[in-house]
């Protein structure tokens, strides 16, 4: 497979939806496989909230291969030996597109707390000028989970003519309270980090470990991502025999967990891609612009396919349901599909229970 | 009603699970209506992790009443012109009772990270000793919800003798990980706080706001008390007006109603009574000192009422119907009945949602 990592700069402005302007911004993608010639075998993944453009592919030297890896590769469900599949950084997040830590241009000081906010129509609107650019007009598929599904959503209703059909999993139509719960422990945990500076945190300063509020923040994800069963099968009620039972600190597996992952991940995320990003999904409403879901969703002209699993907490089957439900009631059930994957990894399935929902992107794609 | 509220002094040594002993010690306690002559109709309620021995009746000035005033009253479900109602601190906790900022006898000092692990079974053993002084040697009843339930079930199987019945709600016969993980989430916010200093926060520094921290982590309880539906219930998408839709840190309503009540939650609860007593749930396992679940519960000889709540995810009605199983399986299917109350409620509904419980625990009673 095909691998290419590139950087695209804009000096055209990209007009956000808060009514303030990016300009100029840079957007890091990734493609797989090879473009054909009338640019007609796209496939766009979007990616999570502490996603990348790093979709598939391991890099050398990098022990973990890309996020969907077992999804995308040649002969894989999205086959790049027949695809040519585009990942890209969404703006606002830290892995190279144009996000909080960027400069202003012309200074040399960056954005930080004067970042504007961004929504999941602006992440869409930035990939489509760049598609634009690459001479991209339209795609076989958009596909993505979670915070990718609201971009998938947002493609179908906002350039219904764009993509033959999206694939949302794990995902909704509106975020709702529960979720915005979740981020709200980990945005006031960073936001009350003294470390963090009212966003003009020292860089060098949490260079070694990253932001502690950051990582109390993530195990709030974490749990969000998994489900009690989940956490049954992965930990049970073990215990760390070197700590004693009644040591005040001694620590369960699940605890033992929650600090290795989110311990590491405040290494490598950035805190205020973190703010930018969390607001963007808590304000994500696909009727918003319009007079309601209904309104909105009667705009869309592609298949859909709607991917939930049983044990998702933080996006709930019944609330893409809501989504085939409404597009039945417009009359546009023909367009869509539902499918509830039965799972107990809860919300993280759509990253590792591939096997269980594989057929059903590539019934699709075949379609 | 008649209610006092006293404290009591030990000065006989409790001797703790963790082989530690806790001498001289205080439990501060409330009661409910009178005594009878034969100390023959005493029910004997339990408080949860953050509540306190002030289950019932309003304070002098105060807005609120106590935590189960709806149940507990004259002519109420738990009925106080019939029965002697005893609720204690637990140990470990910041109400009266000794907890980890009491003093070290005979010095000044304060125990701080110096207290030792306290269990659930240590605080059972503790309010037996107080019964035993008080001449009450049996109970009608032993009720508690969430942890107040893991001491009514460890009265049922320590105590067999104690009492006639016990009513367990919103509980487990063991913590499992998906809630170790909601308290992993506070601990780590408490002892990452700087003002935290190891246990050694200055009173007087975090006096006006509480520690930030325990604010934090609090959030991450109140998720756990409710659920995706009560959230929609209470709070929907609703945004606060005042707010930009586009400014990072405007607030929906739920945030609003984690900040209130998490803010408000660090002036009056103590963040080292919150560690330990998390503690103790987290390592609360009702079989640990037996050969199983099966021969723990084999020790139980009065009637067990159990009361989940379909939308619990604090602790899963499927754990409540466990012990039911295991009792049957065990041949003492007679004296257990579960029921699951149909609420939106989350956990929190063994708090809010009495009109829909009351009758099972005064028929409970009744039998």
Request: a negative charge; glycine letters at 6%; charged letters at 25%.
């Amino acid at each position: 497979m095909k691998i290419e990592t590139k950087v695209e700069k804009f000096t055209t402005p990209l007009y956000l939806e808060s009514g303030r302007i990016l300009e100029p911004y840079e957007l890091k993608y990734e493609t797989y496989g090879e473009l054909n010639e009338d640019k007609s075998n796209v496939i766009v993944v979007c990616h999570a909230l502490t996603g990348s453009h790093h979709a598939a592919g391991t890099y050398e030297g990098d022990r973990k291969a890309g996020w969907w890896d077992d999804l995308i590769g040649d002969h894989k469900t999205i086959d790049t030996t027949k695809y040519f599949v585009i990942c890209v950084n969404v703006i606002g997040s830290c892995f190279g597109s144009t996000g909080p830590t960027s400069k202003i241009y012309p200074t040399e000081k960056e954005y930080r707390l004067k970042f504007p906010v961004i929504t999941i129509s602006d992440m869409v609107r930035a990939q489509i000028a760049l598609f634009d650019r690459l001479g991209i007009h339209r795609a076989e598929a958009v596909i993505g989970g979670s915070m990718g599904g609201m971009q998938a959503l947002c493609y179908a209703i906002e350039y219904p003519r764009f993509a033959k059909r999206h694939i949302i999993l794990a995902s909704t139509y509106a975020t709702q309270p529960w979720t915005i719960a979740f981020n709200k422990v980990a945005r006031e945990a960073i936001i009350r980090d003294p470390h963090f500076q009212n966003g003009e945190y020292d860089k060098e300063k949490i260079a070694e470990k990253g932001l502690s509020g950051l990582s109390v923040g993530r195990m709030s994800g974490h749990i969000s991502y998994l489900s009690p069963d989940s956490m049954i099968t992965k930990f049970g009620r073990d215990y760390d025999p070197r700590d004693g039972l009644y040591d005040l600190f001694g620590k369960f597996q699940v605890e033992k967990y929650l600090d290795y992952n989110s311990n590491n991940f405040s290494k490598w995320f950035d805190p205020l891609s973190y703010l930018y990003i969390t607001k963007a999904i808590n304000i994500f409403d696909a009727s918003r612009n319009y007079d309601s879901l209904e309104d909105s969703l009667s705009r869309i002209k592609s298949k859909i396919t709607l991917i939930s699993f049983k044990s998702d907490l933080l996006f709930l089957p019944r609330e893409m349901k809501h989504i085939e439900e409404t597009m039945k009631k417009i009359k546009k059930g023909e367009l869509v599909s539902y499918f509830e994957v039965d799972s107990d990894y809860g919300h993280d399935a759509f990253l590792v229970e591939i096997p269980k929902f594989e057929k059903i992107i590539m019934r699709a794609l075949e379609e």
